[in-house]
Nanobody, 115 residues
């Protein structure tokens, strides 16, 4: 089994910053990539950022250079640095891990940006 634990969410004012962390434990073998998704009420889950093991990163169109995804060099952990947060960024954020085509998800962490 693989378990993902997220941390770092919370309440922040518009224009502020937050750093989300995700750490994987368990049978973590054959990592293809990791990422972050988010879902707000009434909307589908959408990609925020993804990172392949070759270093290639991808971001949702709405990010517009405000966020950065990175990973720990030795641990199965990755991060999402979010800057210039907007009220539209309010959502539950989920970390994702892809192991040889199988996706694993964290339980989600709330990020609330007050106007």
């Amino acid at each position: 089994q693989v378990h993902l634990a997220e941390s770092g969410g919370g309440l922040v004012q518009a224009g502020g910053s937050l750093r989300l962390s995700c750490e994987a434990s368990g049978r973590v073998f054959g990592v293809s990539g990791m990422g972050w998704y988010r879902q707000s009420p009434g909307n589908e889950r959408e990609l925020v950022a993804s990172l392949r093991m070759n270093g290639a990163a991808m971001y949702g169109d709405f990010v517009k250079g405000r966020f950065n995804i990175s990973r720990h060099k030795t641990k199965n952990a990755w991060y999402l640095e979010m800057n210039s947060l907007e009220s539209e960024d309010t959502a539950v954020y989920y970390c994702n891990l892809n192991l040889l085509g199988s996706n694993f998800w964290g339980q989600g962490i709330q990020v609330t940006v007050s106007a």
